[in-house]
Nanobody, 113 residues
Framework: QVQLVESGGGLVQAGGALRLSCAAS????????MGWYRQAPGKQRGLVAT???????NYADSVKGRFTVSRDNAKNTVYLQMDSLKPEDTAVYYC???????WGQGTQVTVSS
């Protein structure tokens, strides 16, 4: 089993920044692709950003240029630096690793206008 522990969520004003972290522990080989998804009230969970073990990144169009995903393979940790936050970024953010497929418990990000 793999356990994911997220941290860094909270309340911030529009235009502000937050940094999310997600540390994986347990039966880990490489974690595969690591990343973040989010779910706003009344909406489906959707992609925010992912990063492969080789460092290739993928972003949702809505966050390109504002968010940066990175990982530390030695620490099995993935990060999400969120800048220029907007009220529409408000959601529960979930960490994800693909090997094995595992979700974190979620961390709330609230952006006030």
């Amino acid at each position: 089993q793999v356990q994911l522990v997220e941290s860094g969520g909270g309340l911030v004003q529009a235009g502000g920044a937050l940094r999310l972290s997600c540390a994986a522990s347990g039966s880990i080989f490489s974690c595969g692709t690591m990343g973040w998804y989010r779910q706003a009230p009344g909406k489906q969970r959707g992609l925010v950003a992912t990063v492969t073990s080789a460092g290739r990144t993928n972003y949702a169009d809505s966050v390109k240029g504002r968010f940066t995903v990175s990982r530390d393979n030695a620490k099995n940790t993935v990060y999400l630096q969120m800048d220029s936050l907007k009220p529409e970024d408000t959601a529960v953010y979930y960490c994800y690793v693909s090997l094995p497929p595992t979700w974190g418990q979620g961390t709330q990000v609230t952006v006030s206008s």
